[in-house]
């Protein structure tokens, strides 16, 4: 068993690791392994690990790489994530990947798999849509024909038929994931202190560049190691954060909210590794259909998600209560529309159950965090002073 020390470490640069370097090692290894890359926010990816593919989340580049060549890509009124994103394909770090899945999430990463197309990177670029109809014989039957067309892609690289045996094994290894993941936001619940959201943040990010596998023995020796005592705790309240579900905010913003004296008990930063609750059925006769259903019923919310009849500001007060949180922290991506639209409707759920909130927006490449920490130090001590 590592030390904790050193598996944060790991994890840390796995998280920011634009050239993917233990993803393609791992393909090197055996001739019919495939990389297929995804973007946020969710996938399926049990049925690309029963391809013998290993799904790795494209999160963007941060701040960690000059944007010069992507912005003569989009314009300056969208979001910063898309030139990133086309930064790291021109810049070759995405090379030796087999094939992409773009979700749909919204008209810049709608646009971005055509440009992958003709820009020849992978063997395919498949732009994957999800239902708006959530009757299982429509919508259902529509997402498991989406499914099928990435199965039907991946088969024309390496040829590796996927079984209802393969489907149910991968998808218990990503049950297993999400429920060691849940595990670690619920001792966090309790005990914020024992593992900081910037931890938390570069042990999930790290997930999404791994084998599952690998990922679930970080996850347990985490869980293990933060059910000891670790840290002290301090007079900070505890916030929710939510808007940041696609373009990834800097790891210096959520230092700087914990800085500012507040413990971020829940978050939608890594929302794809935790957008199913609960269960997937293991044992089905029909894995695909049980893919599915989940995500029929069981996806969290997010602005990228069509939520009539469950609508998201009720879920994220629900969420707020359960995790005990003080107030919420509105956190988007400048120019995001999906986040910035849902927000006026998302504050009325908060003011309607009491629970105070502020906003603000950001660049997955800000450098500066200084008016950032005063405000969310100012919502902080209002909170602690009156609420």
Not at 65 to 83: E, L, N
Not at 193 to 220: K, Q
Request: hydrophobic share 40%; net charge negative.
């Amino acid at each position: 068993m590592k030390s904790f020390d050193t598996i944060l470490k790991e994890c840390e640069a796995l998280s920011f690791d634009l050239n993917f370097t233990h993803a393609k090692k791992w393909k090197a290894e055996k001739s019919d392994r495939i990389l297929v890359g995804y973007l946020p926010i969710y996938v399926p990816r049990e049925i690309i690990h029963a391809a013998n593919g290993l799904p790795v989340g494209i999160m963007g580049s941060g701040d960690r790489k000059q944007i010069i060549k992507g912005d003569a890509y989009y314009q300056s009124y969208i979001c910063h994530f898309p030139r990133g994103i086309i930064e790291l394909a021109l810049d070759k770090n995405l090379d030796n990947f087999d094939g992409f899945m773009f979700p749909a999430i919204c008209d810049c990463v709608r646009n971005l798999s055509g440009m992958f197309k003709l820009s020849q990177k992978g063997k395919f670029q498949r732009y994957f849509d999800y239902p708006q109809n959530f009757e299982p014989q429509t919508g259902g039957v529509f997402y498991i024909q989406e499914m099928e067309k990435v199965m039907e892609d991946m088969y024309a690289i390496n040829k590796i038929k996927v079984t209802d045996e393969k489907l149910n094994k991968a998808i218990k290894l990503y049950n297993k994931n999400r429920k060691l993941i849940e595990a670690i936001y619920a001792i966090r619940q309790q005990y914020p202190w024992r593992l900081s959201a910037v931890e938390t943040y570069h042990i999930l990010r790290a997930g999404i560049v791994i084998p599952v596998e690998e990922h679930n023995e970080i996850l347990s020796q985490v869980v293990e190691y933060i059910s000891n005592e670790r840290g002290e705790p301090m007079d900070n309240i505890r916030v929710v954060v939510s808007g940041s579900f696609c373009e990834q905010p800097p790891v210096g913003l959520i230092k700087s909210i914990e800085m500012a004296g507040c413990y971020i008990v829940d978050d939608d930063f890594m929302l794809g590794s935790r957008w199913i609750q609960g269960d997937i059925n293991e044992n089905s006769n029909s894995p695909l259909s049980a893919l599915s259903s989940a995500y029929i019923n069981q996806s969290t919310f997010s602005s990228a998600y069509y939520d009539v009849g469950n609508p998201k500001g009720k879920r994220l007060v629900d969420l707020a209560q359960k995790r005990n949180a003080d107030g919420v922290i509105f956190s988007a991506a400048s120019f995001c529309d999906p986040a910035l639209l849902d927000r006026p409707e998302m504050q009325k759920e908060c003011d309607a159950a009491g629970i105070p909130h502020i906003n603000f927006q950001f660049h997955e490449n800000t450098g500066q965090f200084k008016v950032i920490k005063e405000q969310a130090g100012t919502f902080s001590d209002s909170i602690k002073l009156w609420a």
